[in-house]
């Protein structure tokens, strides 16, 4: 259910700003509430195929659609946020390592390897609430050598 406008027909934006000039509106509990044309471009919503974004206004978020060179630098930078905020969040799993991450239209993949004891539940939680994304965890097959 979307929130309703105040007295003077003002919508509260997910900054603490209220504005008329919405165009979506975004569900992540982080962060919940409406997005201006402006917000929608600097949070890249589009860009990430955001599953909590629920356009409203589709002729004016069209122009935060970005050129095909622009996407492509955006993807690179996102990538490494991405494993960077993985890497952040597996420190706290001992032995655990990220090994490489997939940025899929359905959320985002982590491969790692970790311990077959190791709870990789709040991993991934933690990492999908930092995101608001959903976030898929693939444990590849770990191997412990002692010499």
């Given at each position: 259910?979307?929130?309703?406008?105040?007295?003077a027909?003002?919508y509260?934006c997910?900054?603490g700003?209220?504005?008329?000039?919405?165009?979506?509106f975004?569900?992540?509990?982080?962060?919940?509430?409406y997005?201006?044309d402006?917000l929608?471009?600097?949070h890249?919503?589009?860009?990430?195929?955001?599953?909590h974004?629920?356009?409203?206004?589709?002729?004016?978020?069209?122009?935060?659609?970005?050129?095909?060179?622009?996407?492509?630098?955006?993807?690179?930078?996102?990538?490494e946020?991405?494993?960077s905020?993985?890497q952040?969040?597996?420190k706290?799993?001992?032995e655990?390592?990220?090994?490489?991450?997939?940025?899929?239209?359905?959320?985002?993949?982590?491969?790692?390897?970790?311990?077959?004891?190791?709870?990789?539940?709040?991993?991934?939680e933690?990492?999908q609430?930092?995101?608001c994304?959903?976030?898929?965890?693939?444990?590849?097959?770990?191997?412990?050598y002692?010499?």
């Amino acid at each position: 259910m979307l929130e309703q406008p105040n007295e003077a027909g003002e919508y509260r934006c997910i900054d603490g700003t209220y504005s008329k000039h919405i165009v979506a509106f975004c569900h992540c509990g982080l962060h919940r509430g409406y997005l201006t044309d402006q917000l929608a471009r600097g949070h890249n919503c589009l860009m990430k195929k955001c599953v909590h974004l629920q356009v409203l206004c589709t002729e004016k978020i069209a122009t935060a659609e970005m050129s095909f060179h622009a996407r492509r630098n955006w993807e690179a930078l996102h990538y490494e946020a991405v494993f960077s905020q993985a890497q952040k969040h597996i420190k706290y799993i001992p032995e655990a390592q990220v090994l490489s991450v997939y940025i899929r239209e359905t959320g985002v993949e982590v491969v790692c390897t970790a311990p077959e004891s190791a709870d990789l539940s709040q991993f991934a939680e933690n990492l999908q609430n930092e995101l608001c994304q959903v976030v898929y965890v693939r444990l590849k097959e770990y191997k412990f050598y002692s010499y």
